[in-house]
């Protein structure tokens, strides 16, 4: 299963530049990187990111991130993946730019 998580330009350029993240400041401050599925990274991004362009959508495969990877109940209840360790950007194995319009962020198709 495909798991996603939104970085910021900045932070996507360390995870580039560093090969690996402990996440954005959210992330830093709850103890864990935040990610969301398919049907949850929509509403993430409009209820976090609104507003921000130059945003990069990551993809991971939740099967190889190991028992670090928490389903935590969160927003309504729902379960979110939470990593409780550091990402590498070799985990990584898809990415889509998310524009900015008018109506919020542009989604790509995502991979299941």
Same mark, same amino acid.
């Given at each position: 299963?495909?798991?996603? #998580?939104?970085? %910021?330009?900045?932070? @996507?350029?360390?995870?580039? !530049?560093?090969? /690996?993240?402990? +996440?954005?400041?959210?992330?830093?401050?709850?103890?864990?990187?935040?990610?969301?599925?398919? *049907? /949850? *990274? *929509?509403?993430?991004?409009? #209820?976090?990111?609104?507003?921000?362009?130059?945003?990069? &959508?990551? +993809?991971?495969? !939740?099967?190889?991130?190991?028992?670090?990877?928490? @389903?935590?109940?969160? %927003?309504?209840?729902?379960?979110?993946?939470?990593?409780? %360790? *550091? &990402?590498?950007?070799?985990?990584?194995? @898809?990415?889509?730019? &998310?524009?900015?319009?008018?109506?919020?962020?542009?989604?790509?198709?995502?991979?299941?």
């Amino acid at each position: 299963m495909m798991i996603f #998580k939104i970085f %910021r330009a900045d932070e @996507w350029a360390v995870l580039c !530049a560093d090969g /690996q993240t402990l +996440g954005a400041p959210v992330d830093l401050a709850d103890g864990f990187i935040h990610f969301s599925t398919a *049907a /949850q *990274a *929509a509403e993430t991004a409009a #209820k976090h990111f609104a507003g921000i362009d130059g945003l990069m &959508l990551a +993809g991971v495969d !939740a099967d190889t991130l190991g028992p670090d990877l928490k @389903w935590e109940p969160s %927003r309504g209840g729902a379960l979110f993946p939470h990593l409780y %360790r *550091a &990402l590498a950007r070799a985990e990584v194995v @898809w990415t889509a730019p &998310l524009p900015l319009t008018a109506d919020g962020h542009d989604f790509p198709e995502l991979p299941a």
